[in-house]
Every structure is written in structure tokens, then in C-alpha cells.
């Protein structure tokens, strides 16, 4: 009884308390939990009933799944390489190492094992599995991810420089959208909102401590990898923590170490914060998101264990549209900003002098991370359709290579084919357009690396003789 008591003061406290801070000035100035136990009947010793350790985990078998495909030596370590890559991403019974983030200087981090954070978690299992027509072959996502898996772990040192690809790059920003951003907006943000869908009057599963819609909200929370403190946070700081280079902003509760399950800045939230501390500084996009997630959380607690009511679940739904549209305009941001940088990379190819092995590496890169972020933009919820399209097109499937060649399909066993050819003018002009699409169609505004000012005059130099494919 007393117990029962003392859970139901505290949930009534902390109500009030978010109300309070609610109605101050219009914003939730608290962390992302804790937030009371408010399961009908439970008898259990757990006091704060968010739980996202596994999308947290997750977040980790990208981080590691990335450094693996950067260690290809070419061929003759490919079986073994290959295999450790499918054990980070198709799940392995294993208590896998923690290959990043890991402690750097001062930065030290709590966990070494993927079960210190949670066990038994893959990104396969939560990868999006739809047409992914922006890769050659008309594969589905997880045959793209495979795919890639597969060549990286010929490649030496993760880049095959004849074809123009850049594994570590390609893997890691594909699997922001098609994992964390799909599996959010397109998943626990989406039908998981639904009335007869996890219902709030219910535990998530017999005997949990959090109701079905608390822990659906939660999961589509640790998707987007921002600390619990983040409102605490300026776009800096978060971004020094993603960096490992901030210690005193990440550790919130002053132990001395960084709990990756709290208190760590992962990609999507990372980016987030980038475009609004660079370009033109005007965006707002991690603080828009992160409220939203705990304005969002505020109102299922408020419920005490009851059903949503309709209006409620329409004001979950609106703090979930809030997300979706922030998160995809940071996508189309990546897209935008690294369009500007393989842009800049090919004049620097180009140039008397150059270190041109150098140039053309980091122009690889960039292209890893525009190809990348354009896959990802393409795995949420919205079926961008033409837009989609056009990208692709201006993209295409490889950058244009040192021959002037760019990969148009590939062949049964998965190796690529380069049968047409393009100028370095013509390609830059394309990323151009893929910069002006991406103003045009998602209303960015952050800007990084903006070259639109180089449109027409690029254009005008190529008139109507441009040469954009030759056979």
C-alpha cells in the first residue's frame, strides 16, 4: 500500500512539475525522463518508465558496422571481414564489442559490450526493405545494405576508388535513414499511434513496467539518438559530445563517464545539431525535434495509465509531424551541403598542381555521404516520388570517375558496370541542381556549402552543346 501510494505522489509531482515548466514560457526546459511508473496494478521496483536501450544499441551497431568497412585490406582478409561486418548488422549471439563510439582523452565512455547496453539487437531486422531505386540492380534496401556489406569487405581500406565508392560513408548514411529515420517515422511514429495499436491502458508486454503508447513513443525517441539532456543543450555542445570532445556537457549526472545510453549524441541528432551551429545559422532543427519528443512524452504521462483519448493521440500525432518534417529537412540539409562539397572536390581535381589522388579521395568521400543521405532521404514515410526521381537522376548510381566513366547497372554476381561517360563540367552542374532541388522541394534553409550562386554561369558556360552522356 505504501508503495502505491508513494508511486502515485510522485507521478502527481511530476505532472505538476511539467506543467509548470510547460506553461512558464511556452517550452519543457526537462530532460527526456525520468517519467513515472503509470501501469495500472504495477507492483515492481522500477520508478521511470521510459526505456530505449535498444535503439541505443542500435546506434552502436551502426557506429561499429561503420569503422568495419574501413578495414578491407583489398581481398585477402574479405571472408573474415565480411563475416564480422554481418554479425553487427544481421545480429550475432555474441556479446560484441563496443567498436564505436569509444573513450577518447578525457571522453571516457560507461560501456565496452553491446549487452552492457542491450542484448540480442540487429539493424537488419529494423532496415527498410522497400524499392530502393536510387542503387543499381532494383534491389530493396536490405539487399542494397548487403550488397554494399559484400564490396566493402574487398575494398582496401573501404574505398574502391575505380568505381568512385566510398563503403564507410555509403553504409553508415544509407543506414541513418533507412534504420533510425524509417524505423521512426515510419514505424513508432506512424500506425504505432493508432488506437487499437499498443493501447496506454496496457503494459507493452506482460509485466513491463511502461504502457504500450509510453514505450512506442520512447523507441521512436532513441531512433533519433539525441542525449536526454539535450534541451539543456546548445547546438555546440551537443555537436562536442557527438565529437567526443565536450566531457563537461555530456556528463549530466557528474559520474565521471559517458553512458552511451543517455547521455551520447548519436548521427541523426548529431546532424541536426551540425546545420544549426554552420551555414546560415538559422535553423532551429535539433531543439524543434527534441521538444517535440518530450512534449510528445509529457502527454501520454499525463494520461496516468488511461487510454488517449482522440484528442489526445491527435496531439501526439501533431508533436510526430513536427519530428518527421524537422528530421527530413536535416536529410535533405545533408544532401544539400554534401552536393556543395563533391562540387568543390572536382574543381580541386581539376586544378594545375593538385594533389590529385588526395582530391579525388576526399571527392569520393563527399559522394559516399551525398549518395548516402539521398538513400536515406528516400526510406522515410513520404514517397517523394519525382523528386526522388530527378535526384537519382542528377546523382546517378557511381560519381563520374577519373576517366570521365560513372557505374550505370550491375551484374548478376554483384560487380558494377561504367558504360557512359560525362564531363566534370556536366556532373558539377548536376550537383548544382541537386542543391537547387533540394531548396526547391524541402525549404532548407541552413545552406552548408552553397554553390547555387555558380549556377548560371556553369550553365551558361555549357550552353546548349553540353555533352551531359556519351556512350
Excluded at 504495477?42 to 546506434?59: E, F, L, M, P, W
Aim: hydrophobic share 35%; net charge neutral.
Amino acid at each position: 500500500m505504501l508503495k502505491t501510494k508513494l508511486k502515485y505522489t510522485t507521478f502527481a509531482i511530476a505532472v505538476t512539475m511539467m506543467g509548470s515548466i510547460a506553461a512558464a514560457d511556452g517550452h519543457s526546459a526537462m530532460n527526456y525522463g525520468p517519467f513515472p511508473v503509470t501501469v495500472k496494478g504495477y507492483t515492481g521496483d522500477a520508478t521511470n518508465s521510459v526505456s530505449y536501450s535498444g535503439q541505443i544499441a542500435r546506434h552502436v551497431l551502426h557506429d561499429s558496422l561503420k569503422v568495419l568497412a574501413g578495414r578491407g585490406d583489398g581481398g585477402a582478409n574479405s571472408s573474415a571481414l565480411k563475416a564480422e561486418m554481418l554479425s553487427y548488422f544481421s545480429g550475432s549471439e555474441k556479446n560484441k564489442a563496443i567498436l564505436a563510439p569509444g573513450s577518447k582523452d578525457e571522453f571516457i565512455i560507461k560501456q565496452g559490450t553491446l549487452n552492457e547496453i542491450s542484448s540480442g539487437k540487429n539493424i537488419e531486422g529494423k532496415f527498410y526493405n522497400g524499392p530502393m531505386l536510387a542503387w543499381p540492380g532494383s534491389m530493396k534496401g536490405r539487399e542494397v545494405a548487403l550488397h554494399m556489406i559484400d564490396r566493402a569487405s574487398t575494398a582496401n581500406k573501404g574505398v574502391d576508388a575505380e568505381n568512385g565508392y566510398n563503403w564507410p560513408q555509403l553504409i553508415s548514411k544509407f543506414t541513418m535513414g533507412a534504420m533510425a529515420y524509417s524505423q521512426a517515422v515510419d514505424n513508432y511514429l506512424d500506425e504505432k499511434l493508432d488506437a487499437g495499436t499498443k493501447p496506454n491502458n496496457k503494459p507493452y508486454k506482460d509485466g513491463k513496467h511502461y504502457t504500450g503508447k509510453e514505450h512506442v513513443w520512447d523507441e521512436g525517441f532513441g531512433y533519433f539518438g539525441a542525449a536526454a539532456h539535450t534541451l539543456s543543450l546548445t547546438a555546440d555542445q551537443a555537436y562536442g559530445i557527438a565529437k567526443r570532445k565536450d566531457m563537461a556537457s555530456a556528463d549530466a549526472n557528474g559520474d565521471g563517464l559517458v553512458d552511451l545510453k543517455s547521455e551520447m549524441v548519436f548521427g541523426p541528432a548529431y546532424y541536426a545539431a551540425a546545420f544549426d551551429r554552420s551555414g546560415s545559422k538559422s535553423t532551429n532543427y535539433l531543439n524543434n525535434i527534441m521538444k517535440a519528443y518530450v512534449d510528445g512524452r509529457m502527454v501520454i504521462t499525463s494520461a496516468d495509465g488511461a487510454i488517449l483519448t482522440d484528442g489526445q493521440r491527435q496531439e501526439i500525432k501533431n508533436y510526430a509531424s513536427v519530428i518527421e518534417s524537422n528530421w527530413e529537412q536535416v536529410l535533405a540539409e545533408a544532401v544539400f551541403k554534401y552536393a556543395g562539397s563533391a562540387y568543390k572536390d572536382i574543381s580541386k581535381v581539376q586544378e594545375d598542381g593538385a594533389d590529385q589522388a588526395k582530391a579525388y579521395n576526399a571527392y569520393v568521400k563527399h559522394w559516399g555521404e551525398l549518395k548516402g543521405f539521398s538513400m536515406a532521404l528516400q526510406s522515410g514515410r513520404n514517397n517523394l516520388g519525382e523528386t526522388a526521381g530527378t535526384m537519382n537522376d542528377l546523382i546517378l548510381f557511381g560519381p563520374v570517375t577519373l576517366d570521365n566513366s560513372y557505374v550505370t547497372s550491375v551484374t548478376s554476381n554483384g560487380d558494377f558496370k561504367r558504360e557512359k561517360r560525362m564531363t566534370w563540367s556536366d556532373y558539377q552542374l548536376n550537383l548544382l541542381k541537386v542543391q537547387k532541388l533540394m531548396v526547391d522541394k524541402f525549404g532548407i534553409k541552413a545552406l552548408v556549402n552553397n554553390k547555387l550562386g555558380d549556377i548560371a554561369a556553369l550553365a551558361g558556360k555549357l550552353g546548349d552543346a553540353s555533352s551531359a552522356e556519351t556512350d
